[in-house]
């Protein structure tokens, strides 16, 4: 790699100056885009597919972990975090072997991380970083309850309470979100919305999550299944393995 292709995210004007103006001496960096909130990043991401991200920690809406769960740990560039956490919070970092700079920063300790990105661009195998990106994102995750889920719609991304969602279901290596007449694919896993959804949705099927609140009555179904039938007419079968689940839920 000669050139590495920069992207700036932050939402302070005066934390980009300063990684900008930094950035100016050092060899070989060119930046292509600066980004001042996480709908923006997501955008220019996927559109300018840059070599290396400079990403802030905290910004209002969609914050530097959101902008990585929308583009999915694969698919992320080289990240070097940019963050005010405290001596604590960024031993996560140093565990999963991502880089980050703490503000308030100097121009050599960005000079460090963009050398240390740059080897690490050549050594790591994409999996690898990847891996690690996935890792670190698991072990900041808030395992409280999940209040509301992004959504992506064209360019921007909107958030749905919770408790609108009709039902979840496995769709490859993604979970489709149903609400009402209309579905939304979602980057996360079944096991891993099951861990942070409250007692009103309860898996029915290896592939489905549903909110009791939706369920209109549940009947008996051949070999010991049972259907779900919803208040908006649609039915959702489920398995034997968790079907005593449900119907102690619903007492």
Request: hydrophobic share 40%.
């Amino acid at each position: 790699m000669t050139v590495m292709r920069t992207l700036l995210v932050d939402d302070e004007p005066l934390a980009r100056d300063c990684i900008r103006l930094a950035l100016e001496e050092v060899e070989d960096i060119e930046i292509i885009a600066e980004c001042s909130d996480g709908s923006s990043a997501v955008a220019a991401i996927e559109q300018l597919e840059p070599d290396l991200v400079f990403l802030d920690v905290q910004m209002p809406g969609i914050d530097g972990f959101g902008v990585i769960e929308a583009i999915g740990p694969a698919n992320m560039p080289p990240i070097i975090f940019v963050t005010a956490f405290d001596r604590h919070a960024i031993r996560a970092f140093e565990i999963h072997a991502m880089d980050y700079v703490l503000k308030p920063f100097d121009d050599e300790r960005v000079h460090d991380a963009v050398r240390h990105a740059r080897d690490r661009i050549r050594a790591t195998r994409t999996d690898e970083l990847a891996s690690r990106i996935a890792a670190l994102i698991e072990n900041r995750r808030d395992r409280t309850e999940l209040r509301r889920i992004p959504v992506r719609e064209r360019d921007r991304i909107r958030y749905i309470d919770i408790g609108n969602a009709d039902y979840f279901e496995a769709d490859g290596n993604y979970v489709r979100l149903h609400v009402g007449t209309t579905s939304h694919l979602v980057r996360a896993t079944m096991s891993g919305l099951e861990t942070r959804l409250d007692n009103r949705f309860v898996r029915i099927h290896r592939s489905t999550i549903v909110n009791l609140d939706r369920v209109a009555e549940v009947q008996p179904w051949s070999g010991g299944d049972y259907i779900a039938r919803l208040q908006n007419g649609g039915t959702l079968r489920i398995s034997r393995k968790y079907r005593d689940t449900l119907l102690k839920s619903t007492l």
